[in-house]
């Protein structure tokens, strides 16, 4: 019953921001880490961002600067604000849940989204 949605993909022009969000839904009772990855044609997923909870935020070199990271643990809800786009980051966007336990289950899982396309153009 858990799902993480995403939204806020879209087409932008190099310069330009957009901003993700991502909900996890379902009966949560905490979760480890909230990260973000993304994935471009032809190469590998990369950790773009990682929240680990009640640690600091950690980026990879080529957004930091650029990208923020923010979580309201209260809503379970995590957000990417991307700006000064560059067409190298065109990709594909995930959040990622690790860790999470449910009410009702007692086991740690990840979870997925199921990716929002990020396009820009130059």
């Known amino acids: 019953q858990v799902r993480l949605v995403e939204s806020g993909g879209g087409l932008v022009q190099a310069g330009g921001s957009l901003r993700l969000s991502c909900a996890a839904s379902?009966?949560?009772?905490?979760?480890?880490?909230m990260n973000w990855y993304r994935q471009a044609p032809g190469k590998q997923r990369e950790l773009v961002a990682e929240?680990?909870?009640?640690?600091?935020?950690k980026y990879t070199d080529s957004v930091k600067g650029r990208f923020t990271a923010s979580r309201d643990s209260a809503s379970h809800t995590t957000y990417l604000q991307m700006n000064s786009l560059r067409p190298e980051d065109t990709a594909v966007y995930y959040c990622?849940?690790?860790?999470?336990?449910?009410?009702?289950?007692?086991?740690?899982?990840?979870?997925w989204g199921q990716g929002t396309q990020v396009t820009v153009s130059s």
């Open positions: 990622h849940a690790a860790g999470l336990r449910t009410a009702l289950s007692g086991a740690y899982e990840d979870y």
């Open positions: 379902g009966r949560i009772f905490s979760i480890n880490a």
């Open positions: 929240m680990p909870s009640g640690g600091f935020t």
